[in-house]
Each structure stands twice: as C-alpha cells, then as structure tokens.
C-alpha cells in the first residue's frame, strides 16, 4: 500500500525552529518529486515547497523562502521540511505530498498521495 | 502567480442531485488542471487531473471540463459521502496554486 507518514509537527515559539519528516512506503520513492502543502486552521491549501526525485532541484513558495530548507534521504525513503525563523503565520497543518509520474521538474503534476498531516503551531 | 478563483465559495445540495463547480484561471492553464477532495480533519484526496483525467479508483460519477482558462468539475448524483470540500489547483507553471475551495453541504 502507499503511503506516507508525516511526524516532527508540535508547539514552537515565534522565531524558534522544527523539523518535519514524511516516511514514505509502497513505491519506489526515490522516483517521484515531492512536496510540502500547509493548509492553517479553517483556510484553503497553500503549496509550500518541492523537491525533485534525486534532490537536484528545490523550490518553495515566496512566504518561506529563506526561512524553509526541503530535503530528502533517498535511502531512507523519507522527505524532510527544515523550518526555521518561524512566524504565526506558520501555523498549520503540513501535508507531504507525490507529485504524479508525469512530473519532469519538482511540481509540474498534481499530487496523487497525501500524507495524514503533521500539526504546526507557533505561539508564545 | 497564477490565481484560481473558484464559484460558488458554498453550495447546498441533496443526495441524488447533479452539482457543478466551476474554477478560473488568471491566465491560460492549458489542461493543467487538478481537482480534490477534503473532509474534516484529513488530507485531500485527487479526483481528476489533467483537467478531466479521473483518478484510479474514483467513482464515475465524478468528471471534469475545460481548457484554458475555465474548468468544471461535476457530481452527477450526489452520494452522502460527497459532501465535503473541493479545490482546483493549477501546476502549469512554478508556483502551484490552489482555488479558495468549495464547499458542498446537505440541504
């Protein structure tokens, strides 16, 4: 079965930093680009950051560039979202996501697996 | 950025209906097209892609139209399970962009 798995999500103080990991299972993971997409509490989805299936190439979203760092461990079948300088406006619910076999760069397909979400939340 | 703009923001329907949302683009798209689904309190899922392409495994009541700039999804008899969110997103070109959702309620 495919699947992915998102943990590392928590409570973090404005400017204070966290990890996310995405574990993913059923496919041959090291083939597919992958993304971040947050979606904050009651809002729509917002595309964060991508990745291309060997690491190459990354991209993110103007709101985070700078602060957000995408990775992956391709042996370990796992995506990871470095964040750090983080705002209240980070604060949301981080999906992974595949991007479809058609994909030639980092996010040009839609995403047919999603991750259960991992919860974000920056407060003092 | 490519903005999506989805109408209606609400729509109220009843099991067995044939309901219609429609998405557009700020500029063309071509067929770049991809439509989910969302309920509380879990991930989207794909419906259709490549504009009218249904997702392996989704029902057949489920389709989608369009090119360019104006795109529809359709339900064409509505089931209890299909109450829930839906968005547009386009990933025609860097950076993907989402419509603001749609959501269907029970009437």
């Known amino acids: 079965e495919v699947q992915l798995l998102e943990s590392g999500g928590g409570l973090v103080q404005p400017g204070g930093s966290l990890r996310l990991s995405c574990a993913a299972s059923?496919?041959?993971?090291?083939?597919?680009?992958m993304s971040w997409v947050r979606q904050a509490p009651g809002k729509g989805l917002e595309w964060v950051s991508a990745?291309?299936?060997?690491?190459?190439?990354?991209y993110y979203a103007d709101s985070v560039k700078g602060r957000f760092t995408i990775s992956r461990d391709n042996s370990k079948n796992t995506l990871y979202l470095q964040m750090n300088s983080l705002r209240a406006e980070d604060t949301a619910v981080y999906y992974c996501?595949?991007?479809?076999?058609?994909?030639?760069?980092?996010?040009?397909?839609?995403?047919?697996?999603w991750g259960q979400g991992t919860m974000v939340t920056v407060s003092s | 950025a490519i903005r999506m703009t989805q109408s209606p923001s609400s729509l109220s329907a009843s099991t067995g209906d044939r309901v219609t949302i429609t998405c557009r683009a700020s500029?063309?798209?071509?067929?770049?097209l991809a439509w989910y689904q969302q309920k509380p309190g879990k991930a989207p899922k794909l419906l259709i892609y490549a504009a009218s392409t249904l997702q392996s495994g989704v029902p057949s009541r489920f389709s989608g139209s369009g090119s360019g700039t104006d795109f529809t999804l359709t339900i064409s008899c509505l089931q209890s399970e299909d109450f829930a969110t839906y968005y547009c997103?386009?990933?025609?070109?860097?950076?993907?962009?989402f419509g603001q959702g749609t959501k269907l309620e029970i009437k």
């Open positions: 996501a595949k991007l479809g076999p058609r994909a030639v760069a980092g996010t040009d397909d839609a995403f047919d697996i």
């Open positions: 059923g496919f041959t993971f090291s083939s597919y680009a």
């Open positions: 500029q063309g798209i071509s067929s770049y």
């Open positions: 997103q386009q990933y025609y070109s860097y950076p993907p962009t």
């Open positions: 990745i291309s299936g060997s690491g190459g190439s990354t």
